[in-house]
């Protein structure tokens, strides 16, 4: 948008000179994610961080020695569900949340608390569980129906943009997010977990005392506490026909109105995946290199 390329009002109003008119930084989709369901076990089988970087602790000896062990767990996630919580019996039908399994509880002054910007008074009932064994699940909100926006707030590249995801201007996206949460519950009820003695840790929101524990509301309250970016944005500069006001680059990821400029990242997504956008990300920019190999004869067709 600085460059001239985006809603020409917008930038008129910052007296930035319209190159092309085009809704760049509309349409802005993110993965929002509930953090806030954790479960005791009575097994000491999962993760606990003081444990993981004790030098005379077993995990730092298995991964120097063995490569195996808790620290060869990737991003710190060990599995991962897909659900259709309005169609569970379409095993064809895409999935509405994604379930992000962890081998232990939310510590203190670990990533989580601080990426949802958790209070003290919070962070200080988490950390009563620091030392406890324990797992967790993250509730991923994977086809979210709200749209945000990224607008300029200067005509100038230090100041900072406005950026305004609308998590939840959609009120279905509340519902489908509850749904997880109960998907979750139920798993938590399981043999399998209740093998462990699996126990739900009730932690007190202030903030929702007015709400019947368990019940949508309370969970709607909480939700708004515990949920942070999952960081996947995307569709800011949407892919779509020529002919599509709502639509910034064509199918060939060329932008629309100007010569020799592409975009191949999450931003083209006219809808989010639903799945981690890292991999699509990939197999975007591959595709845009093939393209370009091919306008310009350098693709080799294979057989």
């Not at 930084?25 to 606990?48: P, V, Y």
């Not at 081998?103 to 203190?108: D, P």
Request: charge should be neutral.
């Amino acid at each position: 948008m600085l460059s001239g390329i985006g809603p020409a009002k917008h930038l008129t109003k910052l007296g930035i000179n319209v190159v092309q008119d085009a809704p760049v930084g509309e349409n802005l989709m993110d993965h929002l994610t509930f953090f806030g369901l954790t479960w005791t076990i009575n097994a000491s089988i999962s993760l606990i961080i003081p444990e993981m970087v004790n030098p005379v602790n077993p995990y730092l000896t298995d991964f120097l020695i063995n490569r195996t062990g808790p620290l060869t767990i990737p991003g710190g996630c060990e599995a991962l569900g897909f659900v259709n919580t309005k169609r569970p019996e379409k095993y064809d039908d895409l999935p509405d949340i994604e379930l992000l399994f962890a081998g232990g509880t939310i510590k203190e002054d670990y990533i989580i608390p601080k990426m949802i910007n958790l209070n003290k008074y919070i962070r200080q009932e988490w950390a009563k569980y620091a030392d406890t064994y324990g797992w967790s699940l993250g509730i991923v909100v994977l086809k979210p129906k709200s749209r945000g926006r990224i607008t300029l707030l200067a005509n100038d590249i230090n100041v900072k943009p406005e950026i305004v995801p609308n998590y939840f201007d959609d009120p279905d996206d509340m519902k489908t997010m509850i749904a997880g949460i109960r998907t979750a519950l139920s798993i938590g009820r399981t043999k399998t977990m209740q093998a462990f003695d699996s126990q739900l840790l009730n932690i007190t929101y202030t903030e929702c005392n007015n709400y019947e524990y368990d019940s949508d509301a309370y969970w709607a309250c909480a939700i708004r506490i515990m949920s942070s970016t999952l960081f996947h944005y995307s569709g800011t500069c949407k892919m779509g026909p020529r002919g599509d006001p709502t639509a910034v680059v064509d199918p060939k990821l060329k932008v629309i109105g100007i010569q020799g400029l592409r975009v191949a990242d999450a931003s083209i997504m006219p809808e989010i995946v639903s799945a981690h956008t890292n991999i699509p990300v990939f197999m975007i920019a591959e595709k845009a290199a093939d393209m370009i190999k091919e306008e310009w004869g350098y693709l080799k067709k294979s057989r």
